[in-house]
């Protein structure tokens, strides 16, 4: 699931080196396997599904016999969360679930009446239920409690593992402005190839724009036909999807990334793009305000024109700039992003929530 997969594998691995035993269940897929070493050394325990709802009687099963004194529920709205409030019920012990920016406001609205369904049939008594709700920035809480749920919430990012940046790569002609990530009309990918038509005249020949990233729903095939029906093929090249090795490659080519997204919960290649060095274009809806504040991002809004500014303004900075840009981003992510800090905050809010004690201070406490 693109970022997600990255956010939730990381953070069982920094907290299976810490010490706790974690054990993942997740609906079994056709890259199984291969996915399977990305989690290593952290058992996976793959369950058949099936439907919409990504239904499973085997996880039931599962839960059942694993005896957890814990389980975190990654992500809402399908049966894996219907399964977990159940075995909450009959065990007694707690839960914490991680929304991950699903409900956002925009999130919410995307197919809304699934998730008004949903919501009826488990996933509000689910959420409300939950001894501990995790949000991943400031506005990922108040968007908890605007849904109504007065539960604590522990506020802890998303992390990230850092390169090292003294590996030489290959650099082309053109400077590389690399876009990663899900190929999602909420990504703001449209808006993008709109503005960097508006702007070939005064940077085409300078940079060239990168779209990688996995195809989800379809949206690919009409954002290159936008591109050939703007003509700007010349400057625009879609490279699909990257992993491992080719995944480092991609980020060590590029030389500068942008997220134009309307909604987020904390992304993982805002992250990563930092992690690499490299200056970072973006909305506020990213939910990484300290990135403008740290002098490591230019601010856009997700429209044609506020892009397109944010283009001309990338263009105009000298190499000293970026790469000061760059510098305060990698800064920021040693400082604040690295997993390990990131899997003790959340082992806290795990002991806390088992054994009860003094509330973690990275936790929001609610009102009952």
């Known amino acids: 699931a693109g970022g997600l997969f990255y956010a939730v594998s990381e953070l069982c691995r920094a907290i299976h080196a810490a010490g706790d035993a974690v054990e993942v269940y997740g609906a079994g897929t056709t890259f199984e396997e291969e996915d399977r070493l990305q989690w290593q050394p952290v058992p996976v325990m793959p369950y058949a599904a099936f439907g919409p709802l990504v239904s499973s009687a085997e996880l039931r099963r599962q839960l059942k016999a694993a005896d957890a004194d814990l389980v975190h529920q990654h992500g809402i709205w399908l049966d894996d969360q219907w399964a977990v409030l159940q075995w909450q019920k009959k065990s007694g012990r707690p839960v914490v679930i991680s929304p991950h920016g699903m409900l956002d406001p925009w999130a919410l609205q995307n197919s809304g009446w699934k998730k008004k369904l949903a919501g009826v049939l488990f ?132 030389d500068a990334y942008i997220l134009p997204s309307f909604s987020e919960g904390l992304p993982m290649t ?53 790469q000061q840009l760059g510098t305060a981003g990698r800064k920021l992510v040693e400082e604040k992003y690295t997993w390990p800090r990131i899997a003790e905050n959340m082992r806290r809010v795990y002991r806390w929530c088992v054994s009860g004690g003094e509330v973690p201070d990275c936790v929001d406490i609610g009102v009952k």
């Open 123 to 254: 996933a509000n008594a689910s959420l409300r239920r939950a001894s501990c709700l995790h949000a991943l920035c400031e506005s990922e809480l108040e968007s908890i409690r605007a849904y109504g749920l007065k539960n604590p919430v522990a506020v802890i990012p998303n992390g990230v593992s850092l390169p090292d940046l003294g590996k030489p790569v290959e650099k082309g002609e053109r400077k590389r402005l690399l876009f990663f990530g899900r190929l999602h009309p909420k990504k703001g990918i449209e808006q993008l190839i709109r503005a960097w038509a508006m702007e070939v005249p005064t940077i085409g020949n300078a940079w060239e724009l990168v779209i990688a990233g996995w195809d989800d729903g379809g949206h690919s095939a009409g954002l290159e036909q936008l591109v050939d029906e703007l003509g700007i093929a010349e400057s625009v090249q879609f490279s699909g999807p990257a992993f491992g090795d080719d995944k480092d490659r991609l980020w060590r080519s590029a």
């Open 270 to 322: 805002v992250l990563e793009a930092w992690s690499y060095g490299l200056p970072v274009i973006k909305t506020r809806f990213c939910n990484i305000p300290d990135g403008f504040t740290a002098g490591a991002a230019i601010e856009i809004e997700p429209s044609d024109e506020s892009v397109a500014a944010g283009l001309r303004k990338l263009a105009g900075l000298s190499a000293g700039e970026l």
